[in-house]
């Protein structure tokens, strides 16, 4: 009798703790309602699929505005989904569906308002945050492999770059492309064109009078974007070994883009550097001037290693500064004259 009366006690409290926390919901205190609601949550875990359901729904909905207002929105996203989602499971248990639809609607509007949100944050600077944004609405719905490209380059943007290698090499390991359709329409009131995210969304605008002139537009593929960011991430972290690898792949993308042979020449003078430090901390004993001739010799081999990647970027861009600069400097140190005075001549 004991136990009984004290599981009704605990069942009635449950109950007026959902019921406060609704209440502060509704009257805007999101924060102090998930408060309630987290504290609680081990009471609702023997209740019956139906009272299950309407907690989960009120948790999605208080998380939900949390991450609306920009109140840790890529945590608190991620966990109203999961709560949306709990909602379906047990409503699919029980065989009533109360809250199931209105679950499915605000997981689709959530993922728009945390698109748009990453977006606006990427146009303010707020790189690191847009990343974790795009990062989770990914997570949400891995088919939608644009989130994580954004979350990418926005990593890459804020100098994150070992999230941003590994989100890149993940578009590569899913051989993500971009490429697609952007449905445009004209927004009748602004004359702005806006993009919908299918044909279907925007003929539904268009029916009601709002908007007009719709067009398409192709995507290009992002596969060598995806590929050229993640050399220079390489390049930045100075992994130079993968760096250069992703640099001869570009090459096989685009023979004709240019930065790809200047980096790849830059990557070679790089490795010169310990050589050099090596020739400046030798003596004048004869053993040490043996040792100096032999690393004078592969530094200078590794210079000349240089100079067909500067020449091919050179007849892609014959009038570039900086490779015509760093070709006479290296013609220079390796006594090259005839191929200096050439280029010299060609330049001025």
Known sequence: MLSIVLINVGVYSQK????????????????????????????????????????????????????????????????????????????????????????????????????????????????????????????????DTLNLYNAAAAYLNAKEYNLAIQHYEQLKKINFSGNGIIYYATNKKTKEEDAFISPKARESYI????????????????????????????LEKKDFIKAEAVYNYLIELNPNFIDSYINLAYLKLQSKKELTDKIDALGNSKKEMLEYDKLTAKKDDIIRSAIPYLQKALSIEPKNQEVIKTLLGIYRSLDMTKEYDALKAASN
């Open 207 to 234: 029916q009601e009078g709002l908007y007009e002139k719709p067009r398409n537009e192709a995507i290009p593929s992002r596969k060598f974007d995806v590929n050229r960011n993640l050399a220079y991430a390489y």
């Open 16 to 143: 007026s703790q959902i019921k406060d926390a609704q209440s502060l919901f509704e009257k805007g205190k999101s924060e102090e309602a998930i408060v309630i609601l987290k504290k609680n949550e081990y009471l609702i875990l023997n209740a019956p699929d139906e009272e299950k359901s309407e907690f989960y729904f009120l948790k999605g909905n208080v998380l939900k505005d949390l991450a609306i207002r920009n109140i840790d929105a890529a945590t608190n996203f991620s966990d109203a989904s999961q709560s949306y989602q709990d909602v379906i499971l047990y409503e699919n248990e029980s065989g009533k569906y109360k809250f199931s639809v209105k679950a499915n609607l605000a997981l689709k509007d959530m993922k728009s308002k945390l698109v748009n949100g990453a977006t606006e944050d990427f146009k303010a600077g707020n790189f690191k945050e847009s990343a974790e944004k795009s990062y989770k609405v990914y997570l949400f719905d891995k088919k």
